[in-house]
């Protein structure tokens, strides 16, 4: 209803949480010279990573690599393989990641990484590693690890050559071939790990996007245009991990600085706190809990003042069920307070909308891409916020439509498969070696 709506926005707009706060346009302007700043080695919320790692060429067929997916729950391993009718995963195996158990020395983490790897490195000596960590990727596709971080305890591994490390333990063990190893992150797994184009199918340009618990994206760069490398030949063009989660030039809403004020990193990721699955709901929460005070939902609704922590799964289920037995449709009385709810979701779901537009319009400018409706940008995705909760992907659908088709003339594909991680690990690691 009307009524309802106009008091949302008028609330809303008052704390600069209204997604018009969001000028689509100007803000991708602005991702835009962020982004060519980091990659000119200059300062930038962006950092604009180079990986040293191509997409380009075919992935040769019939040949195996072990694809390693080492993330901050799970450990998953597998052989993988590439034919013409799709792609072939053997020996897959998950287990806790090493270190989310119980604390582990550096020495102690290599030790179960190398009798875990092993049996799989008998079989292929190409190793695609999925290490879902900060670390410094290196021209020789190992990587300096900065931090474990997220659920994984181990003492010191800071500065450790990760690949070194595994190879030369594994070699201690008895796999006497040499072994490949190309690093890369979550996020150029998900670009590399796709579908693979169907006949007929043109490309132009290609996108990792992560909207998960957290978020980033990785894309394809001009070798020319990374600055900060110098002089170095041998790469027409290279994998840029974006970190875009970093981007700091965002017009902030009053409950998006409260958010930022409580958690681990004040300061730090403050797109990712405005668009991802581990902080919206708390953003969302911090709202509620303002209109609440406010005197916005009826008075029968107190439990709305003091709502516990929420996730994107509360939010999700009171979305598909305004009326459910979900905890937000129980804290509501009225038929007036079930709408105000909606409402608040709706409108912060909109700006998230809006924003992930920003950044996926950003990189295809910079990119050049999409520039006709039959050779669109491909944007492989990843991440349970975007394919679980309700209604988010079509709002970032309607904006990328209105926006990025309507307006910059630019067109894209989502699409998302099975198993990217292992399957993208795999075919850098057959790309890149």
Known sequence: MKQYCDAVDAFLRRYNQHPDAVDTAALTAVFVDEMRAGLEGKPSSLMMIPTYLTSDGAVPLGETAVAVDAGGTNLRTALVSFAADGVKIERFSQRPMPGTQRPLTK??????????LKPLAEQSQKIGFCFSFPAEAQPDHDARVVQFCKEVRISGGEGMMICKEIAGALKDLGVTEPLQFVLLNDTVATLLGGPAPETGEQIDGLIGFILGTGT?????????????????TGWSSMIINVESGMFDKLPLGEFDRR?????????????????SGVYLG???RQTIIQAAREGMFSAS?????????????EIDAFLRRPYGDNPLAVACDTDGDHELMYTLIDRALERGAKLVTVNLAALMEQMNAGRRMTAPCRIVVEGSTFHKCFGYRARIERHMQNYVCGQLGRYYRFVSGKDVNLVGSAGAALLNT
């Open 107 to 116: 020495d102690e983490f290599i030790t179960q990484m190398t009798r875990i």
């Open 301 to 313: 609704s107190d439990a709305l003042r003091r709502l516990p922590p929420l996730t994107m799964v």
């Open 216 to 232: 980033n994206t990785a894309y394809v760069e001009r070798r020319s245009r990374i600055v900060k490398l110098g002089e170095a």
């Open 282 to 284: 708390e953003v969302i």
């Open 259 to 275: 958010v930022d004020a409580v958690s681990e990193n004040p300061g730090d990721h403050l797109f990712e706190k405005m668009i």
